[in-house]
């Protein structure tokens, strides 16, 4: 199983992006999916996951109303809509996939890189 993201860049503060996330590889089932980012020195956080049974969504508090989290659960697609992008936002966004009944997110993509600039 593949993680795939695409859609980052290099955008102004209060600027938009897009991140996307896909499957690709063995047909696997999947709980919930999420995003995380890592800034450079920092260590990976968490973002904002989907838990496809309940369409429940969860942020962390820095994002809260300004990402949006959204997927397909057939395709094992997520997205990411950012908005207002601030500089802190720098890193680099990974997405991972949880299997049903299992503690911890069971795949994760390489990542696409984020810029936001002040």
Same mark, same amino acid.
């Given at each position: ?11 102004q503060t209060g600027g938009s992006l897009r991140l996307s ?26 973002? !904002? /996951?989907?838990?496809? &049974?309940?369409?429940?969504? %969860?942020?962390?508090?820095?994002? $809260? ?10 395709k094992n697609t997520v997205y990411l809509q950012m908005n ?12 991972? !996939? /949880?299997?049903?009944? &299992?503690?911890?997110?069971? %795949?994760?993509?390489?990542?696409? $890189?984020v810029t936001v600039s002040s």
């Amino acid at each position: 199983v593949q993680l795939v993201e695409s859609g980052g860049g290099l955008v102004q503060t209060g600027g938009s992006l897009r991140l996307s996330c896909a499957a690709s590889g063995r047909t696997f089932s999947s709980a919930s999916m999420g995003w995380f980012r890592q800034a450079p020195g920092k260590e990976r956080e968490f973002v !904002a /996951r989907i838990t496809w &049974s309940s369409s429940d969504t %969860y942020y962390t508090d820095s994002v $809260k109303g300004r990402f949006t989290i959204s997927g397909d659960n057939a395709k094992n697609t997520v997205y990411l809509q950012m908005n207002s992008l601030k500089p802190e936002g720098t890193a680099i966004y990974l997405c991972a !996939a /949880r299997k049903p009944r &299992s503690a911890q997110y069971d %795949y994760w993509g390489q990542g696409t $890189k984020v810029t936001v600039s002040s």
